[in-house]
């Protein structure tokens, strides 16, 4: 069965430095999503990419957050500086139909960043 | 080490039992929601949907019902197993400008004891 895959699955960092996420979603899947989860919390939506081109960032702070989708396939999330409040869990999902009802969302198994 | 969802209500049911599980949604315009089981250090991982245009469906030992009037849903897992302890997540679409959003609610923490 295909899945989501997503590096690294654990990252510790300083303060200050700068972190990147990488996220291959499923073959074919058109739109792939960013999502960040603080503990004990829901996911929350950082980004949605319709294959290259980025569909809604509003929730990502662009100060410090960029994505990119390239090629419309995988995919990388960087923070630079990271700050303490970015410990997290960062989840990549893709679903996938090419129009933007996209309803059934594929998960990755996250990446687990811890700021010190 | 990690400590998941301290912060969680939690329900603890033995095993056998049937659990529910309850989450109140905001946004009366949703059409669509999405029930969510997410194991620990794992993504979320789809149970079963439901449109608003119906207030019940049934998938294998998972019944979602949908009441909009109160804006609630409620996840019915039969004969509850082991392998059912997890954090479940309701989920709903809302439709924003040109795309649809995925909002979650709060979690709900389900311990099973054998």
Redesign the interface.
């Known amino acids: 069965e295909a899945e989501v895959a997503q590096s690294p699955r654990y990252k510790i960092t300083e303060k200050s430095q700068a972190v990147a996420f990488w996220c291959d979603p499923i073959s074919g899947h058109a739109t792939l999503y960013w999502y960040r989860q603080i503990l004990g919390q829901g996911p929350e939506l950082l980004v949605q990419f319709q294959d290259e081109s980025v569909v809604d960032d509003s929730q990502l702070p662009k100060d410090r957050f960029s994505a990119e989708r390239l090629k419309g396939v995988d995919s990388t999330l960087k923070i630079q500086p990271a700050e303490l409040g970015d410990s997290a869990m960062y989840l990549c999902a893709s679903s996938r139909l090419r129009d933007l009802i996209s309803y059934e969302q594929y998960f990755g198994p996250g990446t687990r960043l811890t700021v010190t | 080490g990690?400590?998941?969802?301290?912060?969680?209500p939690t329900l603890s049911v033995q095993e056998g039992d049937n659990s529910i599980i309850n989450c109140a949604y905001s946004n009366s315009a949703s059409d669509?929601f999405?029930w969510y089981k997410q194991e620990s250090?794992?993504?979320?991982?789809?149970i079963i949907?439901i449109r608003s245009n119906m207030d019940k469906r049934q998938g294998q030992r998972v019944t979602v019902l949908l009441n909009k009037t109160v804006k609630h849903l409620s996840l019915q897992i039969a004969a509850t197993q082991p392998g059912d302890s997890a954090v479940y997540?309701c989920?709903e679409?809302i439709r924003?400008d040109?795309?649809?959003?995925?909002i979650?609610?709060?979690?709900t923490r389900l311990l099973v004891r054998p």
């Open positions: 990690e400590s998941v969802g301290l912060h969680l669509y999405i250090g794992k993504g979320p991982q789809f949907d997540f989920a679409f924003m040109s795309s649809y959003k995925l979650f609610g709060s979690g």
